[in-house]
């Protein structure tokens, strides 16, 4: 028993990361399909309040084009952060992003994790994920 509990917990972990990095990584899909079939830019962005792109990308994030909400997604699960140096991802008509960046999807609390999962978005537009073993999660000051 004392020996299955850490790999359950890990493996527990590293399928809340996961979800939570799809999530992502389908947003970041459907921004970039969103604007090559509007002909327009699209966002995906932090939204602290699911109308506008504030805040940080563990209170939520949207895709946005112009003042039109395409999709919503909640808060990271509690004791959860996502990272990023970017507050949002604009795709062009083209499909192509301005800025290629990343996102860190990580556990602070109760404990960091040992894993994290680490959200890619290219400057061509694609979006992947790969898993990362840091284990340091903590939101900059």
Request: glycine residues 10%; hydrophobic residues 40%.
């Amino acid at each position: 028993m004392l020996i299955a509990i850490p790999s359950f917990n890990d493996m527990t972990l590293g399928s809340k990361l996961r979800s939570q990095a799809n999530d992502l990584v389908a947003g970041a899909v459907l921004a970039r399909s969103e604007a090559i079939k509007r002909n327009q830019p699209v966002s995906l962005c932090a939204s602290s309040n699911g109308t506008s792109c504030t805040g940080t990308w563990s209170q939520g994030w949207i895709v946005i084009n112009g003042a039109t909400v395409i999709m919503k997604h909640a808060a990271a699960a509690n004791g959860f952060l996502i990272l990023s140096d970017q507050s949002s991802f604009t795709f062009q008509p083209t499909g192509v992003g301005a800025t290629a960046d990343s996102l860190t999807v990580c556990r602070a609390t109760p404990s960091v994790g040992g894993q994290e999962r680490e959200v890619t978005i290219t400057a061509t537009g694609r979006a992947s994920v790969e898993p990362t073993y840091v284990g340091s999660c903590a939101e900059p000051e």
